[in-house]
């Protein structure tokens, strides 16, 4: 299958639980769409370094898109071991609105594309 990302490195998130979910018991609610995407998130570091862009993914529809400047492991103790990005939303990127769902699906809540 053809990666529709234009040589760009990206990094898929998937957002669905925390972004959609009312009754979120294992995750924990998040209050907007950027600390959906940017946190708790089980990544080799080094690669996730390499990305112009992470994508937070809701019902295999890109909803957002982020240049990641910083990744840095998470302070809170509940989700030890993982990672969270600092970065700047792109508003006018042209993979917001992709349906993006055969390439996500699956249970493994990340991706990476050209990297």
């Given amino acids: 299958m053809e990666v529709p990302f234009n040589g760009d490195k990206v990094l898929c998130v998937k957002i669905d ?5 009312e009754d979120v018991k294992h995750l924990e609610r998040r ?14 570091k080094e690669r996730a370094e390499k990305a112009d862009y992470v994508m937070g993914i809701a019902n295999g529809i890109v909803q957002v898109v982020y240049i990641p400047r910083k ?13 969270e990005f600092e970065g700047e939303e792109v508003k006018d ?11 996500v699906k699956g249970q493994v809540p990340i ?3 050209n990297m």
């Fill in 31 to 44: 209050e907007n769409i950027y600390e959906c995407t940017r946190k708790y998130w089980h990544v080799n």
């Fill in 17 to 21: 639980n925390t972004l959609n979910n």
């Fill in 93 to 103: 990127s042209p993979y917001i609105g992709m349906n993006v769902a055969q390439l």
């Fill in 71 to 83: 990744w840095i492991p998470t302070a809170t103790p509940k989700f030890a071991g993982r990672y």
């Fill in 111 to 113: 991706r990476y594309f």
